[in-house]
């Protein structure tokens, strides 16, 4: 506030946080949640073991450009759920409940590829930049994008819908 921070930062919107925390199907989730928040890369909004890292191979492109090439895809140290489990005390199967809940609640979205679990916080909730340029709001466009089609598809997956939607 009334200065511009040169450094990686986390901004939490509160009238977000507050709206969540009002919903009651959150419960414990929310300290899972509080314990994740760092882990997010400040670029991408992937959940990482070095979430400071600034994937642009080429500092002379902007991230688009940076995204297709080969360098910057092994950037980013994803990591495990049960390694998380671990880090945090909790069970894999605790671990893998709360993150249902925050899913539900559009916090997160997880995007299954293989074996691979790859999980993006919303940027309406938690917002880690450094700066931010044109190329980064687009960015943020883009997953906010990918959130809502995330969800419209979740919901005609063909799962029973719960009694609340």
Same mark, same amino acid.
């Given at each position: 506030?009334?200065?511009?921070?040169?450094?990686?930062?986390?901004?939490?919107?509160?009238?977000?946080?507050?709206?969540?925390?009002?919903?009651?199907?959150?419960?414990?989730?929310?300290?899972?949640?509080?314990?994740?928040?760092?882990?997010?890369?400040?670029?991408?909004?992937?959940?990482?073991?070095?979430?400071?890292?600034?994937?642009?191979?080429?500092?002379?492109?902007?991230?688009?450009?940076?995204?297709?090439?080969i360098?910057? #895809? *092994? !950037?980013?140290?994803? @990591?495990?759920?049960k390694?998380?489990?671990? $880090?945090?005390?909790?069970?894999?199967k605790?671990?893998?409940?709360?993150?249902?809940?925050?899913?539900d609640?559009?916090v997160?979205?997880?995007?299954? #590829? *293989? !074996?691979?679990?790859? @999980?993006?916080?919303?940027?309406?909730?938690? $917002?880690?930049?450094?700066?931010?340029?044109?190329?980064?709001?687009?960015?943020?466009?883009?997953?906010?994008?990918?959130?809502?089609?995330?969800?419209?598809?979740?919901?005609?997956?063909?799962?029973?819908?719960?009694?609340?939607?």
């Amino acid at each position: 506030m009334g200065e511009k921070i040169k450094e990686v930062f986390t901004q939490v919107y509160q009238e977000k946080l507050k709206q969540l925390m009002e919903n009651k199907a959150l419960g414990n989730a929310l300290g899972t949640f509080y314990k994740m928040i760092p882990y997010f890369h400040y670029q991408t909004y992937y959940f990482v073991w070095n979430p400071d890292v600034d994937i642009r191979t080429d500092i002379s492109k902007n991230l688009f450009e940076n995204l297709n090439l080969i360098e910057t #895809q *092994g !950037k980013l140290e994803h @990591i495990k759920l049960k390694d998380f489990a671990y $880090y945090i005390n909790v069970t894999p199967k605790t671990l893998t409940e709360h993150l249902n809940i925050l899913e539900d609640l559009s916090v997160i979205k997880r995007d299954i #590829q *293989g !074996k691979s679990v790859l @999980i993006t916080i919303h940027p309406d909730i938690v $917002y880690r930049k450094d700066y931010e340029s044109m190329h980064d709001k687009y960015y943020g466009s883009v997953i906010r994008y990918q959130f809502s089609q995330h969800k419209r598809n979740k919901r005609n997956s063909g799962r029973k819908p719960k009694k609340s939607e």
